[in-house]
């Protein structure tokens, strides 16, 4: 990194600083959370997506101090059709709802619901759209994972324990 560009970096960096800028992933929100959570076992291709992802972003803990449920349902409509009545693009729609709980109480801490879509082409082959539709299924599941632990650091955030 040339001396012009370190400069601009440092400089920016304590610009930041002087603003209240936090990141946001260093929090007391993520601190209270992050590792401290077992997952309800999926029993669907979908479900375990969405496990997978929220792993990802909140950690697991084999002896957890939090338990985190979830369930989605998923719709699908055509986004594109041509004058013939074939689908040139379509959406997949899902929504999370969730409940977070403390394990040793059995009380909900918090809950709420998540909506996002994915879309894709099933034109082609009958296995190339089936590929297309479990990739964007796949999608889904991340995006679904990712608000839901968007919405729990949020609150761990704004709630102190």
């Known amino acids: 990194m040339s001396s012009f560009n370190r ?17 946001a992933y260093d929090t007391q929100g993520m601190r209270q959370i992050v590792g401290k959570i077992s997952y309800d076992t999926p029993n669907s291709r979908d479900l375990y997506a969405l496990r997978n992802q929220l792993e990802r972003r909140l950690g697991y803990a084999a ?8 369930s989605t349902s998923i719709s699908s409509r055509s986004a594109a059709v041509s004058i013939n009545g ?4 379509s959406q997949i729609i899902g929504t999370a709802r969730y409940a977070l709980r403390n394990l040793d109480t059995q009380k909900v801490i918090t809950s709420g619901s998540v909506k996002a ?8 082959s009958t296995t190339s759209a089936q ?3 479990r990739d964007a299924k796949a ?5 679904l994972g990712d608000l839901i632990a968007e919405d729990i650091i949020f609150y761990f955030g704004e709630n102190t324990l």
Do not use: H, K
């Open 7 to 23: 400069r601009t970096v440092i400089s920016m960096a304590m610009a930041l600083t002087g603003c209240g800028f936090q990141p």
């Open 63 to 70: 002896s957890a101090q939090f338990g985190l449920s979830y």
């Open 86 to 89: 074939q689908a040139y693009r």
């Open 117 to 124: 879509f994915a879309g894709y082409a099933p034109t082609g």
């Open 131 to 133: 590929a297309a539709s």
């Open 139 to 143: 999608r889904l599941m991340t995006q």
